[in-house]
């Protein structure tokens, strides 16, 4: 029925039933929940957890431009089936990039920031921008 459902998560859920196998809805309903970040404030510095579920390592790209520090991700998989005689009965693939941005501030170095990868999750350290020191006037003695 293409009517869509008032308690679904997305307008687009009764639709997708009825075009798509199970599979594909599957991934579909997973892109909302893909590079979730929690972010958390320390004494010296603020660290970004990214959600990237189902990524690896090598596929995590990280660039800091223009004061914006750039997360993308991409994968690629394949699910193949044959029957004995090697014919395909279902191949499908699935290809998929994302990319996140967050501005960090024009003086925050590639040194400066701290990544690593475990279970799914990407952590990030950003070291917090220093106040500067306001110099206190110094004055010429006069003779």
């Known amino acids: 029925m293409l009517l869509p459902s008032i308690f679904g998560d997305n307008l687009f859920d009764d639709f997708m039933d009825d075009m ?9 309903r997973q892109l909302p929940s893909i590079m979730r970040t929690d972010i958390k404030e320390t004494a010296d510095s ?4 990214v959600e990237l579920p189902g990524f690896k390592k090598e596929d995590v ?7 914006y520090l750039n997360i993308t991700a991409s994968t690629q998989t394949t699910d193949e089936e044959k029957d004995e005689n090697g014919k395909f009965l279902r191949r499908e693939r699935y290809t998929g990039a994302m990319e996140r941005s967050f501005y960090v501030g024009e003086d925050l170095t590639e040194e400066d920031v701290k990544a690593r990868f475990e279970k799914g999750v990407l952590t990030l350290t950003l070291p917090k921008e220093q106040p500067k020191k306001i110099e ?8």
């Open 46 to 49: 603020y660290v970004l957890d």
């Open 136 to 143: 206190e006037p110094r004055f010429i003695a006069i003779e």
């Open 20 to 28: 798509f196998p199970a599979q594909t809805r599957k991934a579909y």
């Open 61 to 67: 790209k990280l660039q800091l431009k223009d004061g």
